[in-house]
């Protein structure tokens, strides 16, 4: 059975850092991704890694902040986040591709964890 779980989240001041951990289990995927959604918006992209060649994408508000990575061993990606803002404020979501093809649309993600709450305070 495949599961992504989160962990990581939390309350933090602007301009602090949280480490997010998205732990996958049943089997490895080729893609992963970050996504994001705040209170009466919609889903967005955050970031995403490739697992074989570890290349990577992020969103613009967030590129020179956050950080993804990917720890083989564990079958586990990681979202560092530094000088975090009130706007970084959403429920984080990690998502799994199977296809390889996925990049910033949401839809084509096969497999995404429960979330975790990012609260950032001003």
């Known amino acids: 059975q495949v599961q992504l779980v989160e962990s990581g989240g939390g309350l933090v001041q602007a301009g602090g850092s949280l480490r997010l951990s998205c732990a996958a289990s049943?089997?490895?995927?080729?893609?992963y991704g970050w996504f994001r959604q705040a209170p009466n918006k919609e889903r967005e992209f955050v970031a995403r890694?490739?697992?074989?060649?570890?290349?990577?994408a992020y969103a613009d508000s967030v590129q020179g902040r956050f950080t993804i990575s990917r720890d083989n061993a564990k079958n586990t990606v990681y979202l560092q986040m530094n000088s975090l803002k009130p706007e970084d404020t959403a429920v984080y979501f990690c998502?799994?591709?199977?296809?390889?093809?996925?990049?910033?649309?949401?839809?084509?993600?096969?497999?995404w964890g429960q979330g975790t709450q990012v609260t950032v305070s001003s």
């Open positions: 890694i490739n697992w074989s060649s570890g290349g990577k």
């Open positions: 049943g089997r490895t995927f080729r893609r």
């Open positions: 998502a799994a591709d199977s296809t390889g093809y996925a990049l910033s649309n949401a839809a084509a993600y096969d497999y």
